[in-house]
Structures are given as structure tokens and as C-alpha cells.
């Protein structure tokens, strides 16, 4: 423990815990959340390496979706139809607990719709997504309600899109504002007498019979059970879980006069998508360009990406509109061999919440839910 702490410091702030939970993150606050309303005598701290949340909590699209054509078509040659329900299920329930947890005014949940866009060189997959139209409808008609998606072609010259001949439609598909939701989040975990403390990086946690000291720079936390809600960073801790880190890259325009778009947008499998925001652009992905150099868990951007984003939006999204890019950001993700997210006990009182894969808004409530289930069980 530093000895610049005072008495009070270390009596106060770096006392003994009942649960602590490393990243104050989508999931790390709402198992937070959910563990205190589940068991309010606990107590319970959150610690964040970084100022606000590191990973992709705050830099993300905003996107709350489920999944696009392209993109459940192939989710469900990986799985199966079964596991894919299952899936879809979990995203859409996660959905509705972020809404009926902060209120949907707080979080600026707006349902404009989802559409997934292909160019006339995408002829094929256009064919066998709008092929399958039906079939999706069908397997998720029971989940999230009927007739999610359809054609919508006539939508293509009002959004002023160009080299695209092909629009589907997810009439279920809404966005959120990150920053506002993880600002509620935070908030709503504080009135709980949960206490977070940020720029607080563990590096390295020491078990013994009785809990878990956790190193940090600014003084050393116990605690009797923890979990881990780092996405990609928990390998700085467990390097052996089985997850793989994705860097999402993100730029913003500088507000733009009369912009026609509304909703949001998807392209080339997800691995592109965009959306209006206060009248700017916000468009992120591109990292199926270079899988291998977007493994990584550097925030940062490349010239490649940013070219491949700036093509994308001169060429197809805004092709007869002048446009400035104000800043770029990125986010990073986690992915893994198998689309479900990563909850486990993977130490003795060690509880681990990773691999959201991509679908982090979605997903994000019902994992922390999940994962504080799983420690609740051993109390």
C-alpha cells in the first residue's frame, strides 16, 4: 500500500470487498447493478484502467441491432438454426433490460429502422440475402415480432446513396446514444453505493485461501470474489483465454447541411456501418481489410481503414455532398471461435465476462446479468 494514503484513505476506499469487478464497461456496470439490487448488503467496488471505460463501451456506433441478412446467414452456417434463436434471443433481451433498466429518453433510444446496403457488385450475396428474407422472418418472427425484415429498394435515391441496388430493411433495429447510456449506467450504479474508481489499472491479482489481493498503482484492493469484465484486456490478466481482440476504427464528419439519412446502416457483412448523429456521419469498420493488423489491442488508426472509410463515404454514402471529417477514434473489441459470449467461473471465485463479439449494446446487460448470476450462486 503507497504510503501516501492517509488512515482515512485506506480505512475508507481500499477496505475489504465482498465482490469487486474489474472494467466499468457495459458489463462490468450492469453485473455491478445487478448484484447490488440482487443482494444489497454487498459490497461492492468497479475499477477501470482508464478515465472512462477503455474498451468499446463509449466507442461504439451506437447501433441496437441483432444482426443483419449477411451477417445471420452466416452466423447460422457457423451454429445452426437452433443456436442462432438462442442468440438472437439474448441480443433482443439484452436490449429490452438497457432500455427498461435506464429508461429509453435517458439512453435517446430512437426505433428508425436497420438497413443493410449492397453495391451492384454485390449481385450474389444481394440475391441470396433477399432469398432469405423470409426464412430470418420466420426464425425470429417469435423473439422480437413479426415481419422484421423486407426489400425496401424505393428507400435507395431518398437517402442518396450511390452504386447500390439492393436495400433491406430491419424494421426492429433502433440506436442508442453510447455516451449518454454509459453516463446513465454509471450514474444509476452510484446511487447504489457502488463505488467506482477509475485510472485504476490492476496489474497483476495474487489469490490466497481467504480472496484476491489486487494490485494496482495507486494502493492494493481485497476482495472475497471477483470478476472480470475487461473484453480484450483480460489477457493482460489470464493470458490463456481463448478470445482475440478486434480494433474497431471509427471517424466523424463535421455537420452537414440537410442530410437526408435516418436509421441505421450496414454494409459488406457488418463489417462497415454508419449512421446519422446531430446530422453528422459517424462511420466505423473496415477491419476485414486487414484482420491480421486489426488483432490488436492499440487504439489508433491506419492509413488503409481511414482510406477505405473516406472511399465509402465519397463513392456511396454521400456522393453529391461536400464533407469534412472532423476527428477519427477507435474501440476494441473481443471475438472468439464461437459466437456466444465467454461466461465462466475460470478460478476458484474468479468470474470472467468476455467475448461480446461486436455486439456489445445488444448483448452487454444480459452478460453482466449473467455473470453476476453466476457468483450470486456461489454466495
Not at 25 to 51: C, D, Q, T, W
Amino acid at each position: 500500500m503507497p504510503t501516501k494514503l492517509s488512515y482515512w484513505e485506506k480505512e475508507s476506499f481500499f477496505c475489504n470487498y465482498d465482490a469487486i469487478i474489474i472494467g466499468s464497461g457495459m458489463v462490468g456496470l450492469n453485473a455491478a447493478i445487478h448484484l447490488k439490487k440482487s443482494a444489497p448488503k454487498l459490497k461492492i467496488a468497479v475499477l477501470e484502467r482508464g478515465f472512462l471505460p477503455s474498451g468499446a463501451s463509449t466507442k461504439n456506433a451506437g447501433f441496437a441491432c441483432f444482426g443483419s441478412i449477411s451477417e445471420l446467414i452466416e452466423q447460422e452456417e457457423m451454429i445452426g438454426a437452433d443456436r442462432l434463436v438462442a442468440l438472437i434471443e439474448k441480443r433482443w433481451k439484452g436490449l429490452l433490460k438497457l432500455r427498461n433498466l435506464l429508461g429509453e429518453e435517458s439512453i435517446d433510444y430512437q426505433c428508425l429502422g436497420g438497413y443493410e446496403l449492397f453495391k451492384n457488385s454485390d449481385s450474389s450475396l444481394a440475391n441470396t440475402s433477399v432469398s432469405k428474407i423470409e426464412h430470418f422472418n420466420r426464425l425470429v418472427n417469435d423473439v422480437v415480432g413479426s415481419d422484421a425484415f423486407s426489400l425496401n429498394n424505393k428507400k435507395i435515391r431518398s437517402f442518396g446513396f450511390n452504386d447500390i441496388n439492393t436495400l433491406i430493411e430491419n424494421r426492429y433495429e433502433a440506436e442508442i446514444d453510447s455516451g449518454k447510456m454509459m453516463l446513465a449506467l454509471t450514474q444509476y450504479a452510484q446511487q447504489l453505493a457502488i463505488s467506482i474508481f477509475n485510472s485504476c489499472k490492476v496489474e497483476r491479482i495474487e489469490e490466497n485461501p481467504h480472496g484476491h489481493h489486487l494490485i494496482t498503482p495507486n494502493g492494493n484492493f481485497f476482495c472475497k470474489r471477483l470478476i472480470i469484465t475487461t473484453n480484450a484486456f483480460i489477457k493482460d490478466l489470464y493470458p490463456d483465454i481463448d478470445i482475440k481482440p478486434g480494433r474497431g476504427q471509427v471517424l466523424i464528419t463535421k455537420p452537414i447541411k440537410d442530410l437526408k439519412l435516418a436509421g441505421t446502416f450496414h454494409y459488406d457483412k457488418g463489417y462497415y456501418y454508419f449512421r446519422n448523429i446531430n446530422n453528422r456521419i459517424l462511420l466505423g469498420g473496415g477491419r476485414n481489410i486487414d484482420f491480421e493488423k486489426e488483432e490488436t489491442t492499440t487504439f489508433g488508426q491506419t492509413k488503409i481503414v481511414q482510406q477505405a472509410l473516406k472511399d465509402l463515404l465519397k463513392k456511396v454514402i454521400l456522393p453529391k455532398t461536400d464533407f469534412e471529417i472532423d476527428y477519427h477514434w477507435s474501440g476494441i473489441m473481443a471475438f472468439g471461435k464461437t459466437l456466444e459470449p465467454f461466461i465462466e467461473e475460470i478460478r476458484p471465485n474468479v468470474f470472467c465476462a468476455t467475448r461480446c463479439n461486436g455486439m456489445g449494446v445488444a448483448i452487454g446487460s444480459q452478460t453482466g446479468e449473467d455473470v453476476a448470476e453466476l457468483l450470486l450462486k456461489s454466495l
